[in-house]
């Protein structure tokens, strides 16, 4: 009895919700356009890293081949780009891949999804907004800093120096402005992203103008004797200089992936877009056309100001903290430091509105499943999910308000990756799972049947996938593992890492292999993944090895964090899911208006029929 007890329990964990879920009824307004969507994918994902970041990693990492840096992570980006999109046009729903787990893997892996994205939007909301503060702060001389530093210091560990009222209330007064209406949100959105892109057009062009070819050809000699100023030495001999070889890649090939890896972040944020499945007048084509145009965007002005920047001022003298500034001065244009404070700030605001925005919607669509507190799924007479938002925008201002974000900026790279990972898996998972179409005419089945598979998906293919899919992710878990531990062995060509590599390898391919081999699901999108199934399972193992990077402190933080996350769905969840009451025939009409009709509750419940 205890058995099936536990049998049923886990049966439960991995229920799925159908795509069309009987009693559930959108009061979402549909009123977003394409140029919404890539306004809002564009200001999420272009924020005041591109003012900083193409500095640091062009002096540290990549030298004047950050342009290939960020060429490889845009392409590393638009393999999960093109994930979200296909998702996002055939499940034209809010709750992005929190959704998208759901109805594919099932709902304990969706809970897991959708805390991630929590994770990874409040701390990402509370850090930019503590950006946000602390640039208006350097324009107007560190008024506030100096102030609440003397008169309301916190000396306790893990809290900020002092509190931050300013940052906490611009999370407040966004929070309400989401609140009132999505249509205000994006027009303000637009504005500020219009507003960044001009002034990156006018780095750009300007840093072409006064920029030098003579940057990307610095010889090693020339290193070497400004290594010796900077040690205080009278000759370069022996010198070994500390900004790499020169020349175009001066840290090697090395270096530019490793700066790959670094810019690959610069790309998050696109998500965002697959938030807004139930507001955008059609999903369907809007979504996967603004999740592309928006990375396409993002690329070329990373690409354009890496560029004008390493053109502008040799790399090695480039300022970590504020490159665009400094550059400026250093080619006689000093006063452009001006313009470039404005396009940070508006920068930073469409970053604050990208990361606010997915993260009630995200709330809302948990609430909704009962997998989290179903009072966060009211919306507004304007149908906004008003709840999920002021109590998010909340949560993130309390934390902005007393916390030192620095520490925890890690955790919200896990959150994103993590759901980035989710998704390529659903991917393989949806596109061979059998169709519901096909008659119960299965042909026999031998021990070698799965290399010559029927030509419609059967339950036995779509096992096959799954199964396949499960030992792909622990190979590529072990691959990224060695790659990361025993990197100098293979530099080394030693014998026992190269043997493991190349089993890894093989095992790999030989999987890739066996799940290209099995039917496709005939079931056709607006948007469909290319090169199935090689796409994805690249797109897993750049996540997961981006994941093996972030240190064991940062784990540590995030095991506790998924430790509330799963005692609420434990506690809570599980007794309240809705998919659970559907599937014991107690059906359920999700309204979500502040005001009920009656009639539609009872047309709900009379048209409720047992699920299986």
Known sequence: MCGQTFCSFLRGLSRRKPLEPEGEVSTFHRCLTTVDLVALGVGSTLGAGVYVLSGEVARTLSGPSIIISFLIAALASIFAGLCYAEFGSRVPKTGSAYLYSYVTVGEVWAFITGWNLLLSYVIGTSSVARAWSGTFDDLIGNV??????????????????????????LIMILAGLLAFGVKESTTVNKIFTSVNILVLVFVIITGFIKGNLENWRITEEMLQNVTAELENLTSTLNVTSEFGVGGFFPYGFEGTLAGAATCFYAFVGFDCIATTGEEVKNPQKSIPLGIVIALLICFLAYFGVSAALTLMMPYYLLNIHSPLPVAFAYVGWAAAKYVVAVGSLCALSTSLLGSMFPMPRVLFAMARDGLIFKTLCKVSSRKSPVVATLSSGTVAAIMAFLFDLKALVDMMSIGTLFAYTLVAICILILRYQESESVENDVPQSSMFSFLKPPSYPTKKTSNTVTTCTAFIIILVLVLTVLLTKA???????????????SVILLLMMLSVLLIWRQPQNPTKASFMVPFLPLLPVVSVFINIYLMVQLGGDTWIRYAVWMAVGLLIYFGYGVRNSVQKQRLLGNLVNIETMETKPEKDMTKGEDSASPDS
């Open 144 to 169: 506030m800093a100096n102030y609440f530093s003397k008169h309301a210091a916190m000396g306790l560990p893990g809290l900020a120096p002092y509190p931050d009222f300013f940052a906490a209330g």
């Open 487 to 501: 990197i100098r062995n293979l530099l080394l060509l030693e014998v026992w890492s190269l043997v493991c590599m």
